[in-house]
C-alpha cells in the first residue's frame, strides 16, 4: 500500500541549476534564508519527503512543501535559474533583474 497524503511534486534539476544551487548553500555572502531555500530544493531533487527534510534542516514541513511546489511550478515555466539580486531575493526560475 502506498503512503497516505498527497504525492509529492518531482524536482528535476539540469547539473547547471544544481551546481547553482549548490553553490548558493554554501556560498557566505547567500543570506539564511537563500541558503536554507536551496538546501531544500536540493533535497526534494534527491527525492527526500518533506517530513524528512524539515527534520533534517530543522524548518517546518509547511515550508518544504511550499519551496518544493514554488520552484517546481517556475521551473515548469522557464528553463533557467537566474542569480538573485537585491530585488529577487525568491529562490526561483525567473529572468534577472535589470540594475536600476
Do not use: Y
Not at 534539476?13 to 538546501?39: G, I, P
Not at 511550478?73 to 525567473?94: D, H, I, W
Amino acid at each position: 500500500m502506498g503512503r497516505a497524503g498527497r504525492p509529492t511534486v518531482a524536482i528535476e534539476l539540469t547539473d547547471e541549476k544544481r551546481e547553482t544551487l549548490v553553490r548558493w548553500s554554501r556560498r557566505h555572502s547567500s543570506s539564511q534564508a537563500l541558503a536554507l531555500r536551496s538546501r531544500i530544493v536540493l533535497a526534494c531533487a534527491d527525492g527526500r519527503p518533506n517530513t524528512k527534510i524539515a527534520d533534517e534542516l530543522g524548518c517546518d514541513s509547511v515550508a518544504v512543501g511550499r519551496w518544493r511546489h514554488r520552484f517546481a511550478a517556475e521551473n515548469a515555466r522557464t528553463a533557467e535559474v537566474t542569480t538573485p539580486c537585491s530585488t529577487c531575493s525568491r529562490l526561483v526560475a525567473r529572468p534577472a533583474c535589470k540594475p536600476s
